[in-house]
């Protein structure tokens, strides 16, 4: 199933942040991570990462770097600041109320739910 746009763009800061955490990583790098470490249910393509990844580093809560390739290119690598992780530990504890509220919204309180 494809999430839908609007509640990507929610998320999508929290992922990024989260991932970053364990370690720094290009835009390419980062975009498979998501896809892979949310099980092929997130996906974040160059139009939504690249202006996500500039937002995040105008805010001060990720870095990127430049580094030389071994074929001679240029690689930005991005990383989590101290002021993003400050952001991600705020971040985690409101989605994780969010999650029990919609839960309980949706009857859902304490089970667990299977794939469908």
């Not at 999508?12 to 949310?38: H, N, W």
């Not at 101290?82 to 859902?108: I, M, P, T």
């Amino acid at each position: 199933m494809k999430i839908e746009r609007e509640l990507l763009k929610g998320v999508a800061p929290v992922v990024v942040l989260e991932i970053l955490s364990q370690g720094s990583m290009y835009g390419y790098e980062l975009s498979k991570a998501v896809t892979q470490r949310s099980g092929d249910i997130l996906s974040l393509g160059r139009g939504t990462l690249y202006p996500l990844l500039y937002n995040l580093e105008s805010k001060g809560w990720i870095e990127g770097n430049w580094q030389d390739q071994e074929n001679g290119r240029k690689r930005r690598y991005y990383e989590i600041t101290d002021k993003g992780r400050g952001h991600l530990v705020a971040s985690k504890q409101q989605w994780q109320q969010l999650q029990e509220g919609v839960n309980l919204v949706f009857g859902l309180a304490g089970r667990v739910v299977p794939n469908t």
